[in-house]
């Protein structure tokens, strides 16, 4: 009776496993379609109605989405704090910060950062140029993410249950 838990604790430890594997692989997925349609807001909001970053920033803080809420709301209460610290920087650390708790990889928030060199610096069309810059850089890195979580996210899960099958017999 005992083995027989055991092997099932096993079998299904090594299948949680697979699972949150692949899981993360689509938290990935699912942040850049939230970050690609964030940057669309933004792009919007500075060619049509001209809106100032920081209210665009706002905006995104009361986001649905978690993972643009998240790091838009963070920002938001950096750029309420009068530090000096000028909007690049905030921009940066907040995506550093909290980019990979979204779900998003160090190349992804890289993308991200790199759009702060623009953002609020220029005239609304370069500032709109850059951004659809920005987002076919996004598109290859969800292109990416889509084709990992289609290959990878079936082995993983495979594998793993394999593995605790494997390791129930070698047991045995």
Same mark, same amino acid.
């Given at each position: 009776m005992l083995k027989m838990i055991g092997m099932i604790l096993i079998i299904g430890s090594f299948t949680g496993m697979g699972i949150t594997q692949r899981q993360q692989l689509g938290g990935r997925v699912r942040a850049l379609e939230a970050m690609m349609t964030a940057a669309d807001l933004i792009g919007s909001e500075l060619a049509f109605r001209?809106?100032? #970053?920081?209210?665009i920033i706002r905006m995104l803080a009361q986001d649905s989405r978690a993972q643009v809420a998240l790091i838009f709301g963070k920002m938001k209460r950096m750029i309420e704090k009068d530090d000096g610290l000028s909007l690049t920087y905030k921009w940066m650390k907040a995506f550093r910060q909290y980019g990979t708790q979204t779900g998003l990889t160090p190349q992804d928030v890289a993308v991200l950062c790199d759009m702060s060199d623009f953002i609020g610096k220029y005239d609304a069309a370069s500032q709109k140029k850059c951004l659809e810059h920005?987002? +076919?850089r996004l598109e290859h890195q969800l292109e990416q993410a889509r084709s990992e979580l289609k290959s +990878?996210?079936?082995?993983?899960?495979? /594998? /793993? #249950?394999?593995?605790g099958i494997l390791l129930v017999l070698v047991l045995i």
């Amino acid at each position: 009776m005992l083995k027989m838990i055991g092997m099932i604790l096993i079998i299904g430890s090594f299948t949680g496993m697979g699972i949150t594997q692949r899981q993360q692989l689509g938290g990935r997925v699912r942040a850049l379609e939230a970050m690609m349609t964030a940057a669309d807001l933004i792009g919007s909001e500075l060619a049509f109605r001209l809106t100032g #970053i920081p209210d665009i920033i706002r905006m995104l803080a009361q986001d649905s989405r978690a993972q643009v809420a998240l790091i838009f709301g963070k920002m938001k209460r950096m750029i309420e704090k009068d530090d000096g610290l000028s909007l690049t920087y905030k921009w940066m650390k907040a995506f550093r910060q909290y980019g990979t708790q979204t779900g998003l990889t160090p190349q992804d928030v890289a993308v991200l950062c790199d759009m702060s060199d623009f953002i609020g610096k220029y005239d609304a069309a370069s500032q709109k140029k850059c951004l659809e810059h920005s987002r +076919k850089r996004l598109e290859h890195q969800l292109e990416q993410a889509r084709s990992e979580l289609k290959s +990878k996210g079936t082995v993983y899960r495979t /594998c /793993c #249950i394999a593995a605790g099958i494997l390791l129930v017999l070698v047991l045995i």
